[in-house]
């Protein structure tokens, strides 16, 4: 955000923070590890141009072992679940595709040919 006198607010590494309650859909563009007071993993999602944090879970983190930076995942809550040693925990669905390549042109590239 900037202000009148010129100055912008440098703020932290994400604009807006996941609710864990409705679907979420963006392309996955950074990892973070040992991230606050209880060294989480925080996932960093691109949506619609908006840097957005999904901190990590036990769920969460093995399932986004096996995703790419710069896939498009989606990640729908799927409620409380018991585990095996009697303790619920939050349940999430995450599916990934890898993003189409889109070959950029610059101006100075149309200049070399």
């Known amino acids: 955000m900037t202000n009148n006198d010129g100055w912008r607010e440098v703020g932290g590494m994400t604009e807006a923070e996941w609710d864990r309650e409705s679907v979420i859909t963006g392309i996955f563009t950074e990892r973070k590890e040992n991230v606050g007071p209880n060294n989480s993993k925080l996932y ?11 901190w990590g879970s036990t769920v969460l983190d093995t399932k986004f072992e096996s995703v790419g930076l710069n896939e498009e995942v989606e990640i729908t809550p799927l409620g409380k679940k018991t585990g095996k040693n009697g303790k619920e925990y939050s349940d999430y669905a995450l599916r990934a595709r890898t993003m189409p390549f889109h070959e950029v042109v610059t101006a100075n590239d ?4």
């Not at 149309?110 to 040919?113: L, R, S, T, Y």
Request: net charge positive.
């Open 44 to 54: 960093v999602l691109d949506v619609n141009g908006t840097k957005t944090a999904v």
């Open 110 to 113: 149309e200049k070399k040919n």
